[in-house]
Every structure is written in structure tokens, then in C-alpha cells.
């Protein structure tokens, strides 16, 4: 009996952050943002916003980081499909019997993975969570500005 994993992601656009630029290359607070509860972070890089490790993390989910990145907007699922690259990692190649995408809306992509069995998707949950060696997401190449639904469908 086969099983299907459903998520749903979006991106965060960092090309249109909407914090503070002081546009100095090496300067070591050149991007600052406040946060909603007037916290202001900095930092040397953008992206380090959406690191985790890093003191000036916005946190996913959270209203400081979808006011700090709006998410980029998609014509159509090609455009959607081409920018996110949701591909599973190659050591999932004998698990996944397939995937199949949809535009839920303008910066939304649903992608449905469907396994052979409900042993065989908790397998590849499991290599993914691997303390020495995880895999994000189970995907081959996931960027740290991708964000997805704490919630999502199995059966």
C-alpha cells in the first residue's frame, strides 16, 4: 500500500530585504532590521538573518522574518519548480516512487512525494534526521530561504 507526504513551501525573497543598508562593504552591522518588538538586529550579511545559528536569526515562521523578506512571487508551477529544485537526495532514490507538483498560489509550491509504504517514508524520515549526516527535508538541495508548512498531509 503506498504513502504520500505532502508539503507545502514558499521562499523568502532576499534580494527585497526590507531592513536598513548602510551599503559599506565589511561594515559588521551594515543590515539591520527591527523586529516586531522593537528588537534591531544587525549583521555583516543578509543572509545571515535566516541562519539559525547566528545571533541575528529572524526566525522561520515569524512575523519579523515575513516582514524582513517578502516571499517571491511565481508566474506559473514551471517558474515555482526551476526556483525551488525540490529534487530528493540521491540516497533516497530507491524510497520515493515519485513526486508531483502544484501552484497553490503566487509563492506557494505543494509537493507530494509518494512512497512505497508507510515503513519505507518513515525510513527515509529517519536517514534525513541522521545526527552525524541529515539531510534537509530528505532534498538534495535545499536553500536556507525556503520555508514550509509546519503542517502537512500524510496517508
Known amino acids: 500500500m503506498s504513502f504520500t507526504w505532502t ?35 544587525t549583521t555583516d550579511n543578509v543572509q545571515k538573518f535566516l541562519f539559525e545559528s547566528d545571533p541575528s536569526f529572524l526566525g522561520y515562521h515569524t512575523n519579523d522574518m515575513r516582514a524582513a523578506f517578502p516571499f517571491t512571487e511565481f508566474n506559473d508551477l514551471q517558474e515555482a519548480k526551476v526556483h525551488f529544485n525540490l529534487v530528493p537526495h540521491p540516497v533516497h532514490v530507491d524510497r520515493v516512487e515519485g513526486t508531483s507538483f502544484e501552484l497553490r498560489d503566487k509563492h506557494s509550491i505543494m509537493m507530494t512525494i509518494q512512497f512505497p509504504s508507510k515503513q519505507v517514508w518513515q525510513e527515509f524520515v529517519e536517514i534525513n534526521h541522521d545526527a552525524t549526516n541529515p539531510i534537509t527535508h530528505g532534498m538534495k538541495d535545499f536553500k536556507s530561504n525556503f520555508e514550509y508548512d509546519k503542517d502537512y498531509i500524510s496517508g
Do not use: Q
Open 7 to 41: 508539503k507545502v513551501y514558499r521562499s523568502y525573497d532576499t534580494d527585497k530585504f526590507t531592513g536598513f543598508d548602510s551599503g559599506v562593504d565589511g561594515d559588521p552591522n551594515r543590515y539591520s532590521f527591527t523586529k516586531e518588538d522593537g528588537t534591531k538586529v
